[in-house]
C-alpha cells in the first residue's frame, strides 16, 4: 500500500489549500484515513479522521470549522480543505491509513494506530 500526498504550497495567511491524498495498492475503502501534521521542533499531531464510508469525521479542535476533511472511494482518494489558514497550521502535512475496525466511534486519532503514511507535503503560511 502507498500513500502519495501533494497539494501544499506557501500560501499567505487568509488564504485556502486543499491537500489530496491517493492510494494505491488497496482500494480507500479498506482504511479509516486520518491527516497529521508536524511543524518544526514540534510531535507529529492528529489534525482530521474521516470513516471509511465518510460518514463520521473528527477535527483538532484548532482546525475546526475551517479544515474539511472528505474521501472519495471511488477515485481512492482523500482531501483536506483548509481555509482561513493561519500560520500557525504551518508544517508538513501526511495522510495516513488505518486498517483497524473500531467499535463505539470507530476510529482512532493515535499516530500509532497508522499503518501506512505518506511522504508529506509542506504547508507554510505566511502573516
Known amino acids: 500500500v502507498q500513500l502519495q500526498a501533494s497539494g501544499g504550497g506557501l500560501v499567505q495567511a487568509g488564504n485556502s489549500l486543499r491537500l489530496s491524498c491517493a492510494i494505491s495498492g488497496r482500494t480507500l475503502y479498506s482504511y479509516v484515513m486520518g491527516w497529521f501534521r508536524q511543524a518544526p521542533g514540534k510531535e507529529r499531531e492528529f489534525v482530521a479522521v474521516?470513516?471509511?464510508?465518510?460518514?463520521?469525521?473528527d477535527y483538532l479542535n484548532s482546525v475546526k470549522g475551517r479544515f474539511t476533511i472528505s474521501r472519495d472511494n471511488a477515485k481512492n482518494t482523500m482531501y483536506l480543505e483548509m481555509s482561513s489558514l493561519k500560520p500557525e497550521d504551518t508544517a508538513v502535512y501526511y495522510c495516513?491509513?488505518?486498517?483497524?475496525?473500531?467499535?463505539?466511534?470507530?476510529?482512532?486519532?493515535?499516530?500509532?494506530?497508522?499503518?501506512?503514511w505518506g511522504q508529506g507535503t509542506q504547508v507554510t503560511v505566511s502573516s
Open positions: 474521516i470513516s471509511r464510508d465518510g460518514e463520521i469525521v
Open positions: 495516513a491509513a488505518d486498517s483497524a475496525y473500531y467499535g463505539g466511534i470507530g476510529y482512532s486519532t493515535q499516530r500509532a494506530n497508522y499503518d501506512y
